[in-house]
């Protein structure tokens, strides 16, 4: 397909509007990047109908990397690798019962065969699924590749050499 100036290039889902707080974070890294993206609520138990619909038309739609985030029994990611083409990056989102080891443990291990390149717990693996999903889209894009350049550059500028005491 023609991928124009606004064709969403990288899809983020999340199973619940719960997950959202921490999913933001890929959104907002994404925003960061100029990346064009979309944020979805697309739940492989409570509305498995449009996860088919989702992963099945992610590619002609111009997606080229899929960020799915869920928490606890987490079958979103796989279950929306197992009908797409397009790399799909799991966020475990941290669970209230579990701490989020459940979705972790959920979404890591996939059966040899579908592929799911899975992050950290929580806001860590937010952030660093679209920074992945970024450096991925680099590879054929300059200019993606010199804002994630840019983004590291003012990464390592913002840490300081020597601690100070914080107020509390
Ligand atoms: C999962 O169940 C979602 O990804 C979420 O992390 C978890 C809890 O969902 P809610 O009960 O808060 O909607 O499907």
Known sequence: MSMGQDTKRVGIIMGSQSDWPIMKHAADTLAELNIPFESKIVSAHRTPDRLVEYAKTAKDRGIQVIIAG????????????????????????ESKALKGMDSLMSIVQMPGGVPVGTLAIGKAGAINAALLAGQILALNDTSIAAAIDDWRQKQTAAVAAEPTDLPE
């Open 70 to 93: 869920a928490g606890g029994a987490a079958h979103l990611p796989g279950m929306a690798a197992s009908m797409t083409p397009v790399p799909v990056l799991g966020v475990p989102v």
